[in-house]
């Protein structure tokens, strides 16, 4: 089982900020690496998919990048809404598995 | 517009049983893969289980034997039968849409449905 893990567990920056979140997994995954938006009392929304493609109507703002074992989300400049917890899960190999989430809190 | 509808949650017994069902809307169903994924109260997401839009089935060891994903194509219907139920079973069970571009992506989410298991 490839286990993913999430760097840091909570970042506390400022709207405008640049936020910049990390996924490491235990073995080699190309580019087999989605990232999901989970806001409070709301189901998860797909982000990125293949660690850089946008999904459909995801803004301009969120990008991601990485191949391997390790890989990045980044926010360029943190709205209001975008205060949430980011999961990545890995794709390319069963089972599929999450990682424990970062939680991108207002400061 | 694509819709997923859990149903089925509940309070239930330990050693109870359960089916949820995830009616879906808004695309051709027959031709999506499909996955729950659950989380427990304040805790991160779990991937429960998947089966390819030929029927194929994938559980997690974790999951296997109490747990059995199955559709329905021509009720457009996912089904989680869940056996044995433990306390720490509680949880949200979403069910989930796999993307076809970038497949076991989940390109769309349901709201969810509540199982806690409690005496």
């Known amino acids: 089982e490839i286990v993913l893990t999430q760097s840091p567990a909570t970042l506390s920056l400022s709207p405008g900020e640049r936020a910049t979140l990390s996924c490491r997994a235990s073995?080699?995954?190309?580019?087999?690496l989605v990232w999901y938006q989970q806001k409070p009392g709301q189901a998860p929304r797909l982000l990125i998919y293949d660690a850089s493609n946008r999904a459909t109507g995801i803004p301009a703002r969120f990008s991601g990048s990485g191949s391997g074992t390790d890989f990045t989300l980044t926010i360029s400049s943190l709205e209001p809404e975008d205060f949430s917890v980011y999961y990545c899960?890995?794709?390319?190999?069963?089972?599929?598995?999450f990682g424990g989430g970062t939680k991108v809190e207002i400061k | 517009e694509v819709q997923l509808l859990e149903s089925g949650g509940g309070l239930v017994q330990p050693g109870g049983s359960l089916r949820l069902s995830c009616a879906a809307s808004g695309f051709t169903f027959s031709s999506y893969a499909m996955s729950w994924v659950r989380q427990a109260p304040g805790k991160g997401l779990e991937w429960v289980s998947a089966?390819?839009?030929?029927?194929?089935?994938y559980y997690p060891d974790s999951m296997k034997g109490r747990f059995t994903i199955s559709r329905d194509n021509s009720k457009n219907t996912l089904y989680l039968q869940v056996n044995s139920l433990r306390v720490e079973d509680t949880a949200v069970y979403y069910c989930t849409r796999l993307s076809l571009i970038a497949v076991a992506a989940m390109d769309y989410w349901g709201q969810g449905t509540l199982v806690t298991v409690s005496s």
């Open positions: 899960q890995q794709r390319g190999t069963w089972p599929l598995t």
């Open positions: 073995q080699s995954i190309s580019t087999n």
């Open positions: 089966i390819s839009a030929s029927g194929n089935k």
